[in-house]
């Protein structure tokens, strides 16, 4: 068969087959209900050896639309003769010798676990998709049902910061194209995905206490914030022990840490010798937000220094 292309004038006089029409469409949703697990459940069970799928449901299967109805239905179940246990799907299935979606129940094997769902692409035979699964005990005349639906997915937009979707679905997917994040909605706020802030400076803050050794570089990947301190020489007369101290750098409301403080420890190197020392980071919301301060040492005299360090927390 020649290359061919659909649909156009040229084509079946516009016209377009069933199966045109899933290689065309399978790919526009995803296969699926169209909703997310907070809602109820499309399949229940029913009366004895049946289960009832719930009205006003929609779906996707390989392009091929699905609705259950305005009111329930129910499908039978198979009896279980056997002593074991027997699992089966509840499944929505595409047969091409008509074309049709419905719902139907794949049977299982007692005591083998759920059967292999059918997937056949081409223009012939079927593809089925999950709803549920059906415990049937040996001998019973009831069966118990467990969620599984497989849902349509949401696609990732672009966008920018200031112009999310004001009204996400659950799972949607954003891209910042002005701050490069992927961000998630998780039914309640926008959650980080992803950011790579590369490497960031941090301005140095001028002071008569300390003289900055080198550059404080930050980096943010994800949630994840990395901090290494370029180090820092004491300018003034020694600092007691009793007293804390602001190091001359202060972290972006961007990346400050949300709600804790930060604690590590530092080297501090004296005349002669070296000791410990703690740096706290002060979380946003506080009134130090993303200041650093010296606050558990020894005494620092004049031109000790406190060496090169590396943080990092999550945002």
Known sequence: MAEESFPRPGHNSRAVTD???????ARFSDDGIYGD?????????????????RADVAASVRGH??????????VAVTANATSQPRIDWVVLRLDRTDWTVTAAVVTGTPGSGAPALTQ?????????IPLAQARILGGASSVTVTRAE???????????????NP??????????????????WDGTAWRLVYQDSGEIVLQKLVTPSWATLGDSVLEQRGRAVW??????????TTLPSSSDSQLPILIPEAY????????????????????MAHVTIYPRGDKRAGQIYLTQHVDIAHNDEIRATTMTWTV
């Open 19 to 25: 199966d045109e029409h899933e290689l065309l469409a």
């Open 37 to 53: 697990p907070t809602d109820d459940a499309v399949v229940s069970a029913g009366t004895g050896l049946s289960v009832n799928i």
């Open 65 to 74: 639309g699905w609705y259950s109805g305005s009111t329930p239905f129910s």
């Open 120 to 128: 056949q692409t081409g223009d012939t035979g079927v593809y089925e």
């Open 150 to 164: 497989l849902y349509v997915g949401t696609r990732r937009r672009p966008c920018t910061s200031a112009t999310r």
């Open 167 to 184: 009204a996400p679905r659950l799972g949607e997917e954003c891209f910042e194209t002005d701050t490069k994040r992927v961000l998630l």
């Open 227 to 236: 901090l290494r301190t370029g180090g820092w020489r004491r300018l003034r």
């Open 256 to 275: 400050q840490p949300h709600t804790r403080y930060q604690y590590w420890d530092v080297y501090v190197n004296h005349a002669s010798t070296a000791s």
